[in-house]
């Protein structure tokens, strides 16, 4: 079955510390996104990636890094310059043609920060 | 600059009553405008949504949105709500340009009692 994975479901970190998150797609889509959900928020646009090697800030970037080695993967680093990263992270991926596809999204992980 | 409203925080009707979520948008650009679903501890799934052409959209599990460029609102409703529809809805409007990135509602959180 086609879809978007995301590891762990469930990640605690102590305050300082880097930490990444996982994302693979095998839906053969070019873009994909990294959201991220606070009670009462919505969701909000941390980076996105629409082909290999090159990616952008979303609304929120400062303190979240990227890297788009692969057309499947999206991997997501947290780091110790995230003042709050509690949060429910969820990421997407899409056709890249900008017709209004939709976005397809990954099941979630959960960071808290300890 | 693009934007979603979504009116109302929490709903809650009785099972098997009308569900009507409300969404307004703003934008300088024919938008394209989604609805998606979130159960708890979930990804996001999409219900329907409004590229172009008919402005009565269609979507799973009974739902249905019309888009009213006078009003600028594309509200999500329900003949008959069910317990299974109780969940976290949100509202998107694509962003200009060739991409597919979305701007999201605050969301409304939707209880239904027997």
């Not at chain 2, 949105?65 to 509202?91: Q, R």
């Not at chain 2, 999201?104 to 959180?109: A, I, K, L, P, S």
Request: aromatic share 12%; with cysteine.
């Amino acid at each position: 079955d086609g879809g978007i994975t995301q590891s762990p479901k469930y990640l605690f970190r102590k305050e300082g510390q880097n930490v990444t998150l996982s994302c693979e797609q095998n839906l053969n889509h070019d873009a994909m996104y990294w959201y991220r959900q606070d009670p009462g928020q919505g969701l909000r646009l941390i980076y996105y990636s629409q082909i290999v090697n090159d990616f952008q800030k979303g609304d929120i970037a400062e303190g979240y890094s990227v890297s788009r080695e692969k057309k499947e993967s999206f991997p997501l680093t947290v780091t110790s310059a995230q003042k709050n990263p509690t949060a429910f992270y969820l990421c997407a991926s899409s056709t890249a043609s900008g017709s209004g596809n939709e976005q397809f999204f990954g099941p979630g992980t959960r960071l808290t920060v300890l | 600059a693009q934007s979603v409203t979504q009116l109302g925080s929490h709903v809650s009707v009785s099972e098997g009553a009308l569900v009507l979520l409300r969404c307004n948008y703003s934008s300088s650009v024919p938008p394209y405008l989604f609805w998606y679903v979130q159960y708890p501890n979930q990804g996001l799934q999409l219900l329907l949504k409004y590229t172009t052409g008919a402005t009565l959209v269609k979507g799973i599990n009974g739902f249905e949105a019309e888009f009213k460029k006078s009003e600028t609102s594309f509200h999500l409703t329900k003949p008959s709500a069910h317990m299974s529809d109780a969940a976290e809805y949100f509202c998107a409007v694509s962003r200009s340009g060739n991409t597919d990135k979305l701007i999201f509602g605050t969301g409304t959180r939707l209880q239904v009692f027997p």
